[in-house]
C-alpha cells in the first residue's frame, strides 16, 4: 500500500487546498469526448453514455496534458477521470467490458502526471439509477459504486471525491461504500433543478448534516451552478456544520429561473455563450477564503485559466473583495 497524506490533514495544516477543475467538458471542447448531443438529447440521464470516461484509455494524452495544466496552474488535488465510470453507465456507451482498465488507466494517467507534487483523488459520481428509477435501484446502485471503489482503491487513489449526487439516498449509499474501503473521502451534493433542496427534497443544511452523520470527513457543493449563485448553498452547509467544506462550482451562467446549466438551451452545444468571465473565479477564491471554506476546485467550464484565477483570489488579503 502506498504512504500517503491523508486530505483531511492536508486541509487542517494548510487551511485551504486548491483542487482542479473540470474535465470531461473541456475535452468535450478539445474535440476528445463526445458529447452524445448528435443522436440524441442530453441532460436527460436516460440516453446512451454521454460524457462517459474512456478517453482515459481512447486519448490518453489528451487527458494527461489536461492534468498537467492544472498541476502547473497550481491544483494540489488532480482529479482522476473516473466520473460515469460506473458498469452500467460505461455499458451504455459501449464500454462496460472495459471499466477495470478506464478505472484504473485514469487513475494511473493522474499518478504519473501529480507525482508528489499532488494527491490524486478518485472520483466516484451519481449512477443516474435513482433518477430513472428511483429509490428501487438502491441495491443496484450499492453494487455499482462497490465495484469502482474497488477499482479505485486497487489503483491507490489518495481519497475519493463523491461528486454530483442529486440524490441524497444516493449519497449516503456511496459514503457508505467509500467507509468500507477506508479511504478518506470529501462528500459534494448538487443542486438541480432547485438550489434550495436537492432532488430528494433535503436541503443544503440537511444535507451537510446526514453526510457528516453517515462518515464524510468533509462535504459541499459541486457543479451545475456559477460560483456566485454556489455561495448561498455553501453558507448554508457552513453553518450545519463544523468538518471542512468543498466548493467546486461551474464556470458558467445560470438564471434564477434556471439555476442550473445543464438544464439551459445553452447545453450542450452553445456552452461559450454562457461562459463565465475568471474574474469571477478570482473574486469567488477571496469570499471563499474569508468565509472559511477550506477546498476549492472548479466543476464544468472550469479549465487551468480558472484554476490560475483562483490562485490569485487566494493570494489576495482576506477581506480584499467581495460580491
Ligand atoms: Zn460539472
Known amino acids: 500500500m502506498r504512504q500517503t497524506e491523508n486530505i483531511l490533514d492536508r486541509i487542517a495544516k494548510q487551511g485551504m487546498v486548491l483542487g482542479d477543475g473540470g474535465y470531461l467538458l473541456e475535452l468535450e471542447r478539445r474535440g476528445w469526448v463526445d458529447s452524445g448531443s448528435g443522436r440524441e438529447k442530453v441532460g436527460t440521464g436516460k440516453g446512451s453514455g454521454q460524457f462517459t470516461p474512456e478517453v482515459a484509455i481512447e486519448h490518453p494524452d489528451a487527458l494527461r496534458e489536461l492534468h498537467r495544466e492544472f498541476l502547473n496552474a497550481g491544483s494540489q488535488v488532480l482529479q ?33 502526471i501529480a507525482r508528489d507534487s499532488a494527491l490524486v483523488a478518485g472520483s466516484v459520481s451519481r449512477t443516474q439509477l435513482f433518477e430513472r428509477e428511483g429509490p428501487s ?10 465495484e469502482q471503489i474497488r477499482l479505485l482503491a486497487e489503483a491507490e487513489v489518495d481519497f475519493l ?73 455553501i453558507r448554508e452547509m457552513r453553518q450545519a ?64 485559466a480558472y484554476i490560475h484565477a483562483f490562485s490569485r483570489g487566494l493570494a489576495a488579503p482576506t477581506g480584499s473583495q467581495a460580491w
Open 241 to 304: 456544520v463544523s468538518v471542512p467544506i468543498a466548493a467546486q462550482p461551474a464556470a458558467f451562467r445560470t438564471s434564477d429561473a434556471t439555476p442550473c446549466f445543464t438544464k439551459l438551451p445553452q447545453f450542450p452545444d452553445e456552452m461559450e455563450a454562457i461562459q463565465l468571465p475568471r474574474s469571477s473565479f478570482e473574486r469567488f477564491a477571496a469570499q471563499a477564503k474569508a468565509e472559511g471554506i477550506q477546498f476549492l476546485g472548479g466543476c464544468c467550464g472550469c479549465n487551468a
Open 80 to 112: 482522476a477521470l473516473t466520473f460515469f465510470g460506473t458498469r452500467e453507465k460505461l455499458n451504455r456507451a459501449g464500454y462496460g467490458e472495459q471499466t477495470e482498465a478506464i478505472n484504473s488507466a485514469a487513475v494511473r494517467i493522474a499518478r504519473e
Open 137 to 146: 435501484a438502491a441495491g443496484h446502485v450499492r453494487s455499482l459504486i462497490t
Open 161 to 233: 471525491i463523491l461528486e454530483t449526487f442529486f440524490h441524497l439516498e444516493e449519497m449516503l449509499i456511496a459514503i457508505e461504500c467509500a467507509r468500507v474501503s477506508g479511504l478518506p473521502m470529501v462528500a459534494t451534493m448538487t443542486f438541480r433543478p432547485k438550489v434550495s433542496e436537492c432532488s430528494d427534497g433535503h436541503s443544503p443544511g440537511n444535507c451537510a448534516r446526514a453526510m457528516v452523520d453517515a462518515g464524510a470527513g468533509a462535504v459541499g457543493a459541486m457543479c451545475e451552478q456559477e460560483p456566485e449563485r454556489m455561495l448561498a448553498i
